[in-house]
């Protein structure tokens, strides 16, 4: 930030924690932009002077700011005071699957997330997307169908490249962000690999043609199909990996697609 803009800290009031004080503020100054994605902090001892703490203070705060991905601290930066970087998806990961170790999440839980977001994103993209974006998708969808004839790999990347362009179609970042994340955690959980289903390629080719189902109904513009065709995919890849009590708890969503 220029030396000559007017951003303050206030001194941390007593008792309390102060470097939980510091960081709250500093994330505020972040989160109404204040701070942007470059700036950069006041030196530490700026932020001393500022908040009326120690040095020890000041440095905790800052590597808790950083462990939460909102700044980059180099004390022999010339540049003077941390930076403060831009959004990244990898706190948000970090966060989720920090639930999940802790077992405040469970796969039911993200796997019910995924059907409820992405059968939406579906839905809507049905709705809203573009011919380009359109073309889009179908250019994923093909290379998925190539991906048939090579290792599980090349699969699952082309299946998530195809999840990517349909997020892309709606035009909501938060969405597509949440999508990234679970994605990404539901897949650790499972430890989803080809080797663990009895018949890989059958499963893919199945894949396969409920992304196609999906693909067709954003093409017609049918919502409901699209929305059902998205969560049966998700319920197809989980439910071999939950006991028939939680399979119970997600079926509903998937006969409750064509109310979209």
Known sequence: MPKDETLRFT????????????VEQVENAIYT???VPGARLPSERELMAQFGVSRATVREALRVLEAGGLIRSRRTDPGGGAEVLPFST???YKALTSLVALEQLDLLAVVQFRMVIEG???????????DDQLAAI????????????????AFAAADV?????????IGNPLLAVCNEVARGVTIKLAGLRSAHRDDPKQFQADQFL????????IRDRDSPTAVRAARAHLYESFEEFLPE??????RPLVRAAGEF
């Open 11 to 22: 001194p941390v009031p007593r008792p309390t924690r102060a470097y939980e004080v510091i």
């Open 33 to 35: 932009g204040q701070l």
């Open 90 to 92: 990898e706190s948000l």
């Open 120 to 130: 939406n994103v579906a839905g809507l993209s049905a709705q809203l997307r573009s």
């Open 138 to 153: 179908e250019a994923q969808l093909a290379a998925m169908r190539t991906a048939l004839e090579k290792d599980y790999d």
């Open 161 to 169: 490249a195809f999840h990517n362009a349909v997020n892309a179609s």
């Open 210 to 217: 409920r992304h196609q189902e999906m693909y067709e109904a």
């Open 245 to 250: 009590e939680q399979r119970d708890q997600l």
